[in-house]
């Protein structure tokens, strides 16, 4: 007799699991927001806002069951740096400004999502991301340090200033706010060996129940936290600060978007799910416009709090809405002990959070591979020596440099028979390969485009000038999907150039796109048996053109 399972009894476990994912997640996270909001220089509410903002607009319209939205801390450091350019030291402006640039992002997130540029993210190279985390990391950890210490809070993210200010502020070190830091901080390492244990809620309750004492000894605690939630519209900006307004919720959408579809899709493979990038920057979108018209922080799907999620056992979007509801209930009973956590715990928190972006173990398989170690190094780099917005920007435009650089070089490979076969291969590397008699065989390395087209074919005729008795070249376009009109101009005064000389040129591996556009240019040099070669032994073994035209030489 076989049994069944009802619906229900197969629902329960979800439910449980979900349940405590959310409960999990609402205790690790607060804690986390409010520290996030010291980076911000913003109050602590603007941190609690956000969490709650993003875990219930991402549980209710999102699509990965393990993305947990909340504020994060590269975030938070941009749009410090962001509205200190922008409003200076005067805090009322800067709280104004955030929520412009957070209600900017917003929109957007929107225009991608609508514009379906899901790939948007793929704009900031893993290397420049590792790089600029690594950079980001030392930088927050760094101005975390005051906090830590119980001195004055240092300005700016330039690391050399950052450190004489530091070195200014040593001796007046309150050794009560060291000693809950350094003891907090070691803590939270100790809790990472028992997954089950959240370190971070350990430290908090020893913080809070030490917090009269530390607070008699000159410790600074949170302070109040205002529930009330300003429904203020966020002041936009003067005339002539709207173009940099833009650029900055601009590097906004790139950072948060990154991180958040590097999180999401990392556990969306790692379990199967199916990946919509599009959706994703839409509800990024709704979820940042809501925050910052609350005046909360700016929202992504941040890695710690998403694996942290996983490992709680969530099972679907339910998690994250539990949650949700855990922190409002957490703020409404519990926020008297919240607004006396002291800040050395906070920093603490803060510190080790960033802390796994500090491993130089991240590095070491680009240094193995040999590839893009200068990008790693330069994203590095220009955060320590730029700041954290500047140094994101110049990464960036660094790495496509270094792409269009690598694009621009003209690599032209020339193909030979090896001897046991039909496959033709690049002689340079394959020493026994042979050339076949009468024909020369190229095959640029790199897509043709307009920066290395005329360069690429330029080579090429050098390699014709090489050699005596020619009467066939063979261009090989595997690599190239598409030709656009530079490379379509060059192709076709490459063509004239060797007509003018006897010498027929065929195209072989043409994609279907570049087919069309070469069909289209109806050059007499090329017709339409001149493109139809599958593969380079059909361009080798096809007979001779009749009447090809002489044109001029070039």
């Not at 330039?158 to 803590?187: D, S, W």
């Not at 109806?522 to 493109?531: D, G, K």
Request: proline content about 6%; glycine content about 10%.
């Amino acid at each position: 007799m076989s049994s069944t399972v009802s619906p229900a009894t197969k629902a329960a476990p979800v439910w449980h699991l979900d349940l405590v994912a959310g409960l999990s997640i609402a205790g690790l996270l607060i804690p986390e927001a409010v520290a996030y909001s010291g980076i911000a220089n913003l109050s602590p509410q603007a941190g609690v806002i956000a969490l709650f903002v993003g875990l219930a607009t991402y549980g209710l319209l999102g699509q990965s069951r393990y993305a947990i939205v909340s504020a994060t801390s590269s975030s938070a450091a941009v749009l410090a740096a962001g509205t200190l350019a922008l409003a200076g030291g005067d805090n009322v402006s800067r709280v104004a400004m955030a929520g412009t640039l957070i209600l900017l992002a917003g929109v957007c997130f929107l225009i991608a999502g609508a514009a379906r540029l899901g790939g948007l993210s793929h704009l900031i190279a893993r290397p420049v991301l590792r790089g600029y985390t690594f950079g980001l990391a030392c930088v927050i950890a760094l101005k975390q340090l005051p906090h830590l210490m119980g001195v004055a809070d240092m300005h700016g993210d330039f690391v050399p200033a950052l450190l004489l200010q530091l070195a200014k502020v040593l001796p007046q070190v309150n050794v009560a706010a060291l000693g809950a830091g350094v003891v907090a901080l070691a803590l939270l390492f100790a809790c990472e060996r028992f997954r089950r244990l959240p370190g971070s809620l350990v430290a908090i309750a020893l913080g809070v129940a030490s917090s009269g004492w530390l607070a008699a000894h000159g410790v600074a605690l949170t302070g109040s936290i205002q529930l009330a939630v300003d429904l203020g519209w966020p002041t936009w900006p003067q005339s002539g600060q709207w173009l940099p307004s833009v650029e900055l919720a601009a590097a906004l959408l790139l950072i948060l978007y990154a991180e958040s579809y590097s999180s999401i899709r990392g556990f969306a493979l790692k379990h199967g799910d199916a990946v919509n990038p599009n959706r994703d920057l839409l509800v990024l979108g709704v979820a940042n416009m809501v925050s910052g018209a609350l005046h909360g922080m700016p929202v992504g799907a941040g890695y710690s709090g998403t694996s942290a999620n996983e490992a709680a056992g969530a099972q679907s979007r339910l998690a994250g809405l539990i949650g949700a509801g855990a922190v409002l209930v957490l703020v409404l009973l519990a926020l008297p002990w919240i607004e006396r956590i002291p800040q050395p715990v906070l920093a603490a928190i803060v510190i080790h959070a960033v802390s796994k972006s500090l491993r130089v173990s991240v590095f070491m398989p680009y240094l193995r591979w040999h590839r893009d170690r200068l990008v790693l190094l330069a994203a590095v780099v220009a955060v320590l020596s730029l700041g954290i917005l500047n140094g994101l920007l110049c990464a960036i435009a660094f790495s496509l440099v270094m792409l269009l650089r690598q694009l621009a070089a003209p690599r032209l490979s020339v193909l030979g028979r090896l001897a046991d076969g039909h496959d033709f291969v690049d002689i340079g590397q394959h020493p026994g390969a042979q050339p076949v008699p009468g024909m020369l065989i190229v095959r640029p390395e790199e897509p043709l485009f307009f920066v290395n087209a005329e360069a690429m074919l330029a080579q090429a005729r050098h390699r014709v000038e090489a050699c005596q008795g020619l009467r066939r070249v063979v261009l090989s376009l595997e690599v190239s999907p598409d030709l656009d009109g530079t490379s379509l101009e060059a192709i076709g005064d490459f063509a004239t150039w060797l007509a003018a000389r006897g010498i027929e040129l065929r195209v072989a591996r043409l994609k279907d796109d570049a087919r069309d556009a070469l069909s289209r240019m109806a050059l007499p040099q090329l017709p339409p048996q001149a493109l139809d070669d599958w593969s380079v032994e059909d361009a080798v073994s096809a007979p001779p053109m009749t009447s090809l035209p002489k044109g001029n030489p070039q």
